[in-house]
């Protein structure tokens, strides 16, 4: 995962890229920690045409306000820069991979 240091960062990788997906984490988030690699692993493995990025809501706090991020962690997924799909906290990763996988096929299929 590439990590975003600004929010005018992420808005230009979310408008240029076909797909994105956002992992928001925080600090001291020992589920954010342990969902990453997770993620990362998934979206590496079976949704490769994706774009990873990450960023932590300590180092930019105006995501929160941005994409209405309560909780972390959060995943947010778009395609051609609108949000598609958005997971928080207690994430499935089988719920949210076939979620993701309609979408994905749909869009590179």
Known sequence: MEKMQSIEQIDKRVASEPAVLLYVS??????CDALKPKIAELFTKEF????????????????AGRF???SAPAILLFFDGKEF???????????FRQRVEKIYNLYFA
């Open 26 to 31: 925080a600090p001291a988030c020992s589920v």
């Open 48 to 63: 490769s045409q994706v774009v990873l990025l990450e960023a932590n809501i300590a180092d930019i706090p105006e995501l």
């Open 68 to 70: 209405n991020i309560l």
């Open 85 to 95: 799909a958005r997971e928080g906290r207690n994430v499935s990763l089988e719920l």
